[in-house]
């Protein structure tokens, strides 16, 4: 069952990472028949009433997609982002959003990398 949950500050920002609050990536915009994949980050600050703001991130962004899996690391302000789909082809390739800089990368490793993924 769903509750709300009552935090003891207003915006909190559990590890230091991530400047707290709730982010969105990507996903399908309806503004279209086509129901297009978006790569658009978006964050809400966790407060009643606050609305959703598009961060103006700059650099490499992922690919439009939908269904990518999305992480925040625990403590540095740094979102990651890996996977997801554009209903033709499935994504292995991983970004990374330094959350000060709003600054898009795309990390390399050595390897054949991960599995394609979409969730």
Known sequence: ???FI?????????????GGGVYMFGGRSLETDEEAPTNVIMR???VAGEAWG???????????????AMAVHPSQPRLFIFGGTNLKSAFNQLHVLDLEQ???SELWSEGSGGCLRAL
């Open 102 to 104: 709003l600054r898009w």
């Open 44 to 46: 809400w600050g966790g």
């Open 1 to 3: 069952m769903w509750s």
């Open 54 to 68: 598009v961060l103006p991130a700059t650099g490499t962004p992922p690919r439009k997609a939908w269904g990518a």
């Open 6 to 18: 009552h935090p003891s500050e207003p915006n909190p920002n559990p590890g230091g990472g991530g």
